[in-house]
């Protein structure tokens, strides 16, 4: 069993930036590929990014490539993802997820999600 608690939502203007963490715990974290997920209301859940155990690879939806970094540090087992450039639909609660195999699904784990508000 792996345990995640992401922290770091809140509410920003249009332009602007939030970074996400989402810490883990249990089996080793290193073990695990690692990714951000997104829900908007009313819409399915939806691929953000992930990077894999050593964080060399990277992946990233379309739409948030060049404003949005994901990135691991295995010592402090957390993962985090750096949003700038911030847009209104961006907004969705952000879920931070943990699985064996690198892509954009697949994954195991989920944390409870942190809330990301980017106003107009």
């Known amino acids: 069993q792996v345990q995640l608690v992401e922290s770091g939502g809140g509410l920003v203007q249009a332009g602007g930036s939030l970074r996400l963490s989402c810490a883990a715990s249990?089996?080793?974290?290193?073990?695990?590929?690692m990714a951000w997920f997104r829900q908007a209301p009313g819409k399915e859940r939806q691929f953000v990014a992930t990077?894999?155990?050593?964080?060399?690879?990277?992946t990233y939806t379309d739409s948030v490539k060049g404003r949005f970094t994901i990135s691991r540090d295995n010592a402090k087992n957390t993962v985090y993802l750096q949003m700038n450039t911030l847009k209104p639909e961006d907004t969705a609660v952000y879920y931070c997820a943990a699985g064996l195999v690198f892509g954009p699904s697949g994954y195991d784990y989920w944390g409870q999600g942190t809330q990301v508000t980017v106003s107009s």
């Open positions: 249990g089996r080793p974290f290193s073990s695990y590929a």
């Open positions: 990077i894999s155990l050593s964080g060399v690879r990277t």
